[in-house]
Nanobody
Framework: QVQLVESGGGLVQAGGSLRLSCAASGRTFSNYVIGWFRQAPGKEREFVTT????????YYADSVQGRFTISRDNAKNVGYLQMNGLKPEDTAVYYC????????????????????WGQGTQVTVSS
């Protein structure tokens, strides 16, 4: 089992930046693929980005490509989502999620593939 806790959300003006953190406990962090998802009011949960267990592979949704960067520090059991050039349409509750890996290079894009979820952190971008 693993527990995930997000932090770092808040209010920021358009064009600003935030860094979200996902702290993990319970099992070896490097054994888990990490994903970030977001959900805005009235919309379905949306894939944002994912990173492999070793950190060697990443993938981004087209909507955040070039603006967001996912990373992880396995020694600290923490994942990060750096968000630059924020837009009002980025406003949502952001969730980190974990999935036990089979290989070091695995990535997952569907929320249904993930087994563990954090409580979410609110990101609000004003115009």
């Amino acid at each position: 089992q693993v527990q995930l806790v997000e932090s770092g959300g808040g209010l920021v003006q358009a064009g600003g930046s935030l860094r979200l953190s996902c702290a993990a406990s319970g099992r070896t962090f490097s054994n888990y693929v990490i994903g970030w998802f977001r959900q805005a009011p009235g919309k379905e949960r949306e894939f944002v980005t994912t990173i492999s267990g070793s950190g060697s592979r990443t993938y981004y949704a087209d909507s955040v490509q070039g603006r967001f960067t996912i990373s992880r520090d396995n020694a600290k059991n923490v994942g990060y989502l750096q968000m630059n050039g924020l837009k009002p349409e980025d406003t949502a509750v952001y969730y980190c999620a974990g999935k036990p890996r089979t290989y070091n290079y695995e990535l997952y894009y569907d929320s249904n593939d993930y087994d563990y979820w954090g409580q979410g952190t609110q990101v609000t971008v004003s115009s």
